[in-house]
């Protein structure tokens, strides 16, 4: 399914605090986000499509309570596609918000049906490391760094991070490794949303070892960078995700 592709994805993808800027003038570069305060609940619906047919949905929420936040994402098929696929994919992301935006200390990944697949990676930034468990097997990774996140808080990390830079990278923690990723910026025109017709800022993933997902993500800076569209290409399929309901509270 898409969440499982992009995020493992599970799926999606994109952004970080403390993300390196390359453009020789930052101030420029960057799209900056107005000072606002952080939400505090936040209930999207996406629209998941493979190959421009509909599969199923995707229901993000995201909670916040004092400094601490919880993020989970659900993906069902739907429809003729239930039969073949009736469990669902289910990711966590919990940690802390921060002045530069989200610092994950969990990330969980799990199926509903293959329970001996669930994967839980947790990041200690006292210690600057990495801590997996999947399977019954556990390992660790040093060298953790400012502003990584998890395949799941990426995507809202761009509503949260002070500044968007042209040039983006960061690492990502995954269900079982830690990636490098790497974005740059363009325009990505206006969408139709739930919340309106938005003109969208267009993130997209720079190939840098061959057989990488092409991941695309457009955010709504009037929306303070809200994620509206998430496309990936990977294995020969178009995986994408489209906003059709949001909820969001200050």
């Known amino acids: 399914m898409f969440k499982h592709l992009l995020l493992a994805s599970g799926f999606m993808i994109a952004a970080t605090a403390q993300a390196a800027p390359r453009d020789p003038d930052p101030p420029r570069a960057e799209a ?3 000072s606002y305060a952080p939400p505090t609940q936040m209930n999207l619906v996406y629209d998941f499509y493979r190959n421009g047919h509909k599969l199923g949905q995707v229901i993000d929420t995201f909670t916040r309570n004092g400094s601490r936040y919880m993020l ?3 993906t069902r098929a739907n429809g003729p596609l239930k039969m073949l696929w009736p469990g669902s994919i289910r990711l966590e992301s ?3 918000v921060t002045p530069q935006g989200l610092r994950p200390t969990r990330f969980q990944y799990a199926r509903s049906d293959a329970p001996h697949k669930l994967a839980s990676a947790r990041l200690d930034w006292k210690q600057r ?3 997996w468990q999947y399977k019954g097997e556990s390992w660790q990774m040093k060298g953790l760094k400012n502003g990584t996140q998890d395949q799941l808080s ?3 990390q761009f509503m949260f991070a002070p500044s968007l830079p042209a040039d983006y990278a960061l690492q990502v923690v995954s269900r079982r490794d830690l990636d490098d990723y ?3 910026r363009s325009d990505g025109g206006a969408i139709v949303t739930p919340l309106g017709t938005l003109a969208t800022q ?4 720079v190939e840098q070892k061959p057989g990488e997902k092409a991941i695309t993500v457009w955010v709504a800076p009037a929306r303070q960078n809200l994620p509206v569209q998430i496309r990936v290409f ?3 399929a178009t995986l994408e995700q489209r906003l059709v309901s949001a909820s969001i509270k200050g």
């Open 182 to 184: 790497h974005y740059t």
């Open 234 to 236: 990977d294995d020969g």
């Open 94 to 96: 919990s940690g802390v």
């Open 32 to 34: 900056r986000v107005e």
């Open 72 to 74: 989970s994402s659900e």
């Open 154 to 156: 990426q995507l809202y």
């Open 129 to 131: 490391s990495i801590a």
């Open 202 to 205: 267009q993130y997209q993933r």
